[in-house]
């Protein structure tokens, strides 16, 4: 299994600010994905993000307004940027640790005002 | 991969076995069934895959059709704690680098 950790849990935020969120793995793994889950909506998947690369981004969604850091093999972050209230959603890092397991973070509760 | 049909919702009563279908009729030979399930509030989890055979877990099992058209999840004595979105995925064998994609899954209420 895998232990993966977020902070914030959540966050109240002002638009046009910007929020970094970060996500812990108490083992190193290779890849690591970021999702968006819309409020009432499935989860979506916004990038892919290697370690020592750049991130690969999902259709729709842009480096500029979610920059991505993999610093090392058991972290990352995701940055929210100039916020809007369209973004108030909760954030979720996941990784795969066995072949056919994902795991995924507590999520991170945006609200944007 | 292959597209999942899944109903909206479903109701199920405390203690009873609760059965959760799956339309996954362009299942591909080397693509598993995978089954996630989301409380409330918290990141999706892990239940149970497979590919062919019938598999079962601590949490539960998992009826495929000998044409792999279809599946079910059962929870034998489902719980109030089992009220959950409950997702069925279709993914390629192998692909652990690949991520899950989701569809809009089951909304499951578990009543007392």
């Known amino acids: 299994s895998a232990v993966i950790s977020q902070k914030p849990s959540r966050d109240i935020c002002q638009r046009g600010t910007s929020l970094t969120i970060q996500c812990q793995v108490d083992?190193?793994?290779?890849?690591m994905f970021w999702y968006r889950q819309q409020p009432g909506q499935s989860l979506t998947l916004i990038a892919t993000?290697?370690?020592?690369?750049?991130?690969?981004?999902e259709s729709g969604f842009v480096i500029d307004k979610f920059p991505i850091s993999r610093p090392n093999l058991t972290f990352s972050t995701l940055t929210v940027s100039n916020m809007s209230p369209e973004d108030s959603s909760i954030y979720l890092c996941?990784?795969?640790?066995?072949?056919?397991?994902?795991?995924f973070g507590p999520g991170t509760r945006l609200t944007v005002t | 991969d292959a597209k999942t049909t899944q109903p909206t919702s479903m109701d199920c009563a405390e203690g009873r076995a609760a059965n959760l279908p799956c339309n996954h009729s362009?299942?591909?030979?080397?693509?598993?069934v995978y089954w996630y399930r989301q409380i409330h509030s918290q990141g999706p989890q892990y239940i149970i895959h497979?590919?062919?055979n019938n598999e079962t877990n601590e949490m539960a099992s998992l009826i495929i059709t000998e044409d792999r058209k279809s599946s079910t999840l059962i929870l034998p004595h489902a719980t109030l704690r089992d009220t959950a979105v409950y997702y069925c995925?279709?993914?390629?064998?192998?692909?652990?680098?690949?991520?899950?994609?989701f569809g809009k899954g089951t909304r499951l209420s578990v009543i007392a």
């Open positions: 996941s990784v795969v640790k066995k072949p056919y397991e994902q795991y």
């Open positions: 083992s190193q793994v290779t890849m």
């Open positions: 993000a290697n370690q020592g690369s750049e991130a690969t981004y």
């Open positions: 362009t299942i591909s030979g080397n693509e598993y």
């Open positions: 497979g590919l062919k």
């Open positions: 995925i279709v993914r390629v064998a192998n692909s652990g680098n690949t991520p899950l994609v």
